[in-house]
C-alpha cells in the first residue's frame, strides 16, 4: 500500500490486497505503462504479483482488474478507458453477471431468471426497475457500469460496524476450561481492534460449533448475543460478559472444533448515548487498557495479557506449513550457503 501511495495521492485502502487509486490528473500519461510500472516496483521490493484495472468508476475498475487477472492479452494491466465502445461491450459479454461488484453468487441467480446473464445485459438494464426489485446499490452498480460515478473514493477509512474473531482448534475441544481460555483470547484480540478505531460496543456474540466434516461424532453449534448494559472497550469487562453466555450455552461431552466472538451495536466513543443507570468507564480502567495496548504494541503482542486467556493452549489452531516472513522478519531471510 506504501508503494501504491507513490503512484497517486488519492488512495482508498480497500482491503488487506486490494486498494483504488484516483488517477484523474494523470490523463495525459500513458496509463497502461504506469500501471505496468506499478506492478513491476511491487514484484521487485515485495515479491508479490499484482494486477491493475483502470475505468471510469470504481466498479468499471474492479471488473478491469478482473479481465488482468483471468486474461493474458492484457499482461496484468486491463485499461477499459482505451477501448472503444464497441470493444468494451464485446469483452463484457462475455463475462458472467456474478463477477460485478457487490452482484455474487446469490443475487446472481435471482438476475439470470430475469434474463440478466451477462455483464452487458446488466449494464443495458434499467436501473430503476432493478431498483424498485432489488436495491438501490444494484442501481448504483448498473450506473457506474454506465460510467456515471455513484461511488466516491473514500480517503479515510469508515470505522468498522463489526469485529470478529475466530479460529478453528487445532485438536478438538472437550471440557469448558480450553473453550473460556480460547474465548478469552478471541475477545481480547477484537477489544484490541475495537480500541483501535476509538469504538465501543454496545453488544457481545459468541459461538461454538463442532466439526461438519466429522458427520459421525454427535453435532452441536450454538450461539447468543448479550446486550451491555453500557457501551465498552474494556477488554475485562467484555470477557466477562462473554464467559456469562458461554457458560448459557456449553454442553459437554461434544468435540468443539471452533469458537468466536463478534462486537456489534458500535458507536465512536464521542457519541456514545447513556442513561441515568449507566456507568462509564472510570478513568483508571481507561487507563489501563491504554497501557495495555503501549506495551503490547512495544513489547510484542501479548506481552500483557489476562490469565484467563492459558498459556499452554494446546486448542490452538495449528500454523506448521505457515510460510516464513521473508520480507518482515530477519531470521526468515533465505540462506545461500
Not at 139 to 146: H, P, V
Request: glycine content about 6%.
Amino acid at each position: 500500500m506504501s508503494i501504491l501511495r507513490e503512484y497517486s495521492p488519492d488512495q482508498e485502502v480497500y482491503s488487506i490486497d486490494e486498494s483504488f487509486l484516483d488517477l484523474t490528473g494523470f490523463k495525459s500519461r500513458d496509463l497502461i505503462r504506469h500501471g505496468q510500472h506499478m506492478r513491476q516496483r511491487i514484484l521487485r521490493w515485495t515479491g508479490l504479483p499484482v494486477c491493475v484495472g483502470i475505468g471510469a468508476t470504481k466498479t468499471l475498475a474492479k471488473l478491469a482488474n478482473h479481465c488482468a487477472k483471468k486474461r493474458l492479452v492484457f499482461n496484468g494491466v486491463c485499461n477499459f478507458n482505451t477501448m472503444t465502445q464497441l470493444e468494451l461491450d464485446d469483452l463484457l459479454s462475455q463475462i458472467e453477471v456474478g463477477e460485478v461488484w457487490g452482484i455474487g453468487r446469490k443475487l446472481a441467480p435471482k438476475l439470470q431468471v430475469l434474463g440478466v446473464n451477462t455483464v452487458l445485459d446488466l449494464k443495458l438494464a434499467n436501473p430503476e426497475r432493478l431498483r424498485q426489485q432489488f436495491s438501490v446499490a444494484l442501481e448504483k452498480t448498473i450506473r457506474e457500469l454506465n460510467g456515471t460515478v455513484c461511488i466516491e473514493l473514500e480517503d479515510i477509512i469508515p470505522p468498522k460496524q463489526q469485529i470478529m474473531s475466530s479460529r478453528s482448534f487445532g485438536q478438538s475441544v472437550r471440557d469448558y476450561n480450553s473453550l473460556a481460555e480460547s474465548i478469552t483470547l478471541y475477545m481480547s484480540t477484537a477489544a484490541v481492534k475495537l480500541r483501535k478505531q476509538q469504538s465501543l460496543a454496545g453488544a457481545v456474540h459468541i459461538y461454538i460449533r463442532t466439526s461438519p466434516f466429522k458427520p459421525d461424532n454427535p453435532q452441536y453449534s450454538n450461539g447468543m448475543t448479550i446486550s451491555l448494559p453500557c457501551p465498552s472497550d474494556d477488554t475485562r469487562q467484555l470477557v466477562n460478559f462473554a464467559l456469562w453466555g458461554l457458560k448459557q450455552i456449553y454442553k459437554p461431552n461434544y468435540d468443539y472444533a471452533k469458537a468466536g466472538v463478534m462486537l456489534s451495536e458500535l458507536v465512536t466513543a464521542q457519541s456514545v448515548q447513556t442513561d441515568l443507570f449507566c456507568v462509564q468507564a472510570s478513568p483508571k480502567s481507561i487507563a489501563l487498557m491504554t497501557a495495555m495496548d503501549s506495551i503490547n504494541r512495544k513489547m510484542g503482542k501479548e506481552s500483557i495479557k489476562l490469565a484467563s486467556e492459558g498459556f499452554k493452549r494446546p486448542w490452538k489452531m495449528k500454523q506448521g506449513n505457515k510460510s516464513p516472513s521473508y520480507t518482515t522478519r530477519w531470521r526468515d531471510l533465505p540462506v545461500i550457503n
